[in-house]
C-alpha cells in the first residue's frame, strides 16, 4: 500500500498523558499536513510541512501541540498533557507542493479517546 | 466568521433528484477550489477540482463565481451511494501558502 498511512488508529489515554501520533506520506510528496475533525465539522487545519520546514501552526493550537517532520519523510504529531476537549480525529494528508497545488490525500487518521 | 462556509444540510432527497450545494469563502486570495467527499467515519477523499471555467465529470458539476466567491457542486440524478459529506475546500498557490482550508461540510442522504 503505497497510500498516507498512520499509526496509531486508535489511541485511548487518561487525562493528562502525552501521546504521540505517526504520519508516513506518500513517498514522493513534498508536502504533509495534520488536521483535527469532531464530529459535525470539517477537518481544522493544526500546521504543515514542506519537506522538513514547519511553514505554519494554526494559532487555535496551544504550546501542548508540537510536530516534527526531521528528515522530510514522516511525521509526528505530539500532545502532552492531554485534556478531554483533545478528543477528536487526527488526520494526516500529503501532496506535491509548489506553484500549483495538486490533490491532498489522506490517511485513515488517528482517534484519540481522552478519558 | 469562518473562512469557508457550508450549509451543513443535512440535504435529503430521493434516488433520481438533482440536488446542488453551495459554499462561499472570504479570503479573495484564494486560489485553488476543491469538492472532497468523506464517508462516515472515512477519510476525505478528492471528488474533484473546481476550474475556474466550470468543469463536469459524469454527474457532477462544479462552477465556481469568483466576483461572489461561492463554488457550487451539482450532482444529478442522485444515486444512493452518492449519500455522504461534501466538503469545499479552497487553497491558494505558490509560496508558503499551501494549507487546505475546510468548510464544515454538506451532508446529503439520498433515499430510495
Known amino acids: 500500500d503505497t497510500g498516507v498511512s498512520q499509526d496509531p488508529r486508535h489511541k485511548i489515554t487518561k487525562r493528562g498523558q502525552n501521546v504521540t501520533f505517526r504520519c508516513d506520506p506518500i513517498s514522493e510528496h513534498n508536502r504533509l499536513y495534520w488536521y483535527r475533525q469532531t464530529l459535525g465539522q470539517g477537518p481544522e487545519f493544526l500546521t504543515y510541512f514542506q519537506n522538513e520546514a514547519q511553514l505554519e501552526k494554526s494559532r487555535l493550537l496551544s504550546d501542548r501541540f508540537s510536530a516534527e517532520r526531521p528528515k522530510g519523510s514522516f511525521s509526528t504529531l505530539e500532545i502532552q498533557r492531554t485534556e478531554q476537549g483533545d478528543s477528536a480525529m487526527y488526520l494526516c494528508?500529503?501532496?506535491?507542493?509548489?506553484?500549483?497545488?495538486?490533490?491532498?490525500?489522506f490517511g485513515q487518521g488517528t482517534r484519540l479517546t481522552v478519558v | 466568521r469562518k473562512e469557508v462556509e457550508q450549509d451543513p444540510g443535512p440535504f435529503n432527497v430521493p434516488e433520481g433528484a438533482t440536488v446542488a450545494f453551495n459554499c462561499t469563502y472570504s479570503?479573495?486570495?484564494?486560489?485553488?477550489f476543491f469538492w472532497y467527499r468523506q464517508d462516515c467515519r472515512k477519510e476525505p477523499k478528492l471528488l474533484m477540482s473546481v476550474y475556474s471555467s466550470g468543469n463536469e465529470d459524469g454527474r457532477f458539476t462544479a462552477q465556481l463565481n469568483r466576483a461572489s466567491q461561492y463554488i457550487s457542486l451539482l450532482i444529478r440524478d442522485s444515486k444512493l451511494s452518492d449519500s455522504a459529506t461534501y466538503l469545499c475546500v479552497v487553497t491558494r498557490l505558490g509560496g508558503n501558502t499551501g494549507k487546505l482550508i475546510f468548510g464544515q461540510g454538506t451532508t446529503l442522504q439520498v433515499k430510495p
Open positions: 479570503n479573495s486570495a484564494s486560489q485553488s
Open positions: 494528508a500529503s501532496s506535491l507542493g509548489g506553484n500549483k497545488n495538486t490533490e491532498a490525500f
